[in-house]
Antibody, heavy 120, light 106 residues
């Protein structure tokens, strides 16, 4: 059974940094692209970043490009999101998710989320 | 930039009713779309992929349809556990989501 557990969220001041972690189990972690997404009551669900299965390529949403870095450790089945220069609009519940490919790309497993609040 | 617009924002129905949820794309990028269910305090769950295919373990009362810019999720004979938020998802340049429809008990 796929299990994804996020951690590392909390309250942080604008301009500071935070690192989120996602522990994966129950599937072949190194064989799947992994994502970070975030959700707010106002904007809904927003895709943040993706990393290829071997970590060789990464892509980011426009709102976080240049500030956030996604990474993974396949030996430890861990996914990370380094968030720098945080802004108030980064306040959200952050989810890690496993990608599945059918005719298109979807997210078939999600963690429970970790809450990030950016406030002075 | 493609935008997914869901309607209605809130749908009030009773158990046993049929729910019809709409997701409209601002332009046609794919004939494939996914639907997710999210209950309060829980992670989203993939219900429907490729517009009409049910994910593993999803009951047959959930049916997806549509193409081009107009997609529909129909939930027949609503069960108490079906009352939740539903949102749609497509991939254009990257991954985009609708704002969600809250299905509440009338």
């Amino acid at each position: 059974q796929v299990h994804l557990v996020e951690s590392g969220g909390g309250v942080v001041q604008p301009g500071r940094s935070l690192r989120l972690s996602c522990a994966a189990s129950g599937f072949s972690f190194s064989g799947h692209r992994m994502h970070w997404l975030r959700q707010t009551p106002g904007k809904g669900m927003e895709w943040v970043a993706v990393i290829l299965s071997d970590g060789s390529n990464k892509h980011y949403g426009d709102s976080v490009k240049g500030r956030f870095t996604i990474s993974r450790d396949n030996s430890e089945n861990m996914l990370y999101l380094q968030m720098n220069s945080l802004r108030g609009e980064d306040t959200a519940m952050y989810y890690c998710a496993k990608e599945v490919i059918y005719g298109e790309y979807y997210f078939d497993s999600w963690g429970q989320g970790t809450l990030v609040s950016v406030s002075s | 930039e493609v935008v997914l617009t869901q309607s209605p924002a809130t749908l009030s129905l009773s158990p046993g009713d049929t729910a019809t949820l709409s997701c409209r794309a601002s332009q046609a990028v794919s004939n494939y779309l996914g639907w997710y269910q999210q209950k309060p305090g829980q992670a989203p769950r993939l219900l429907i992929y490729d517009t009409s295919k049910r994910a593993a373990g999803i009951p047959a009362r959930f049916r997806g349809s549509g193409s081009g810019t107009d997609f529909t999720l129909t939930i027949s004979s609503l069960e108490p556990e079906d009352f939740a938020v539903y949102f749609c998802q497509q991939r254009s340049s990257w991954y985009i989501f609708g704002q969600g429809t809250k299905l509440e008990i009338k």
